[in-house]
């Protein structure tokens, strides 16, 4: 059991030695310990800062992202509705054209179909009225040939009817 219980004169030049160690730590060692940790610590705190600043400024940035994102929609459905309002517009504006186009064409073509209607009817008087002269002449040369004949037969149909020579 000797060799567990040291003598007592190693004993105090242990705890000279420790003491003396312990002095010179306290003074020298314990400072710059102390000081490394409080430095260590305070960077620790400045990191957990900078941590909080960066997590709400990229917050803002995502609440700006969904603002910039929902303003980009709307944007996007009024542009799309624009373009439907306009398209609808395009349309509307070509049917109204292309109905004033085919009422202009459509009264174009009456107005010529009358237009050659009037010259053939006309035309077609002229004839009957040519061609009734002729007959009218040629009765009339046949069957008075003297002027006595001639006035009689004048003043007859204006008895009979003076209108439809009037006419």
């Known amino acids: ?32 310990i102390m000081g490394a940790v409080e430095q260590r610590n305070a960077h620790i705190s400045e990191s957990l800062l900078a941590a909080d600043e960066a997590n709400k400024a990229l917050a803002g940035i995502e609440q700006k992202r969904q603002e910039t994102m929902a303003a980009a929609q709307a944007e996007q459905i009024k542009i799309m509705k624009e373009s439907q309002d306009l398209k609808t517009q395009l349309i509307e504006e070509a049917k109204t054209q292309a109905r004033q186009e085919a009422e202009k064409i459509v009264a174009d073509a009456r107005l010529k179909i009358e237009k050659e209607q009037a010259e053939a009817m ?3 008087k002229n004839e009957v009225i040519a061609l009734s002269v002729d007959i009218a002449e040629k009765l009339l040369q046949r069957e008075l040939s003297d002027k006595k004949a001639q006035n009689d037969y004048i003043e007859q149909l204006l008895k009979n009817n003076p209108t439809q020579i009037q006419a």
């Open 122 to 124: 006309a035309q077609i």
């Open 1 to 32: 059991m000797d060799l567990f219980l040291p003598e007592s004169g190693l004993v105090i030049w242990m705890l000279i030695a420790f003491l003396i160690v312990f002095v010179i730590l306290a003074k020298a060692g314990w400072p710059m």
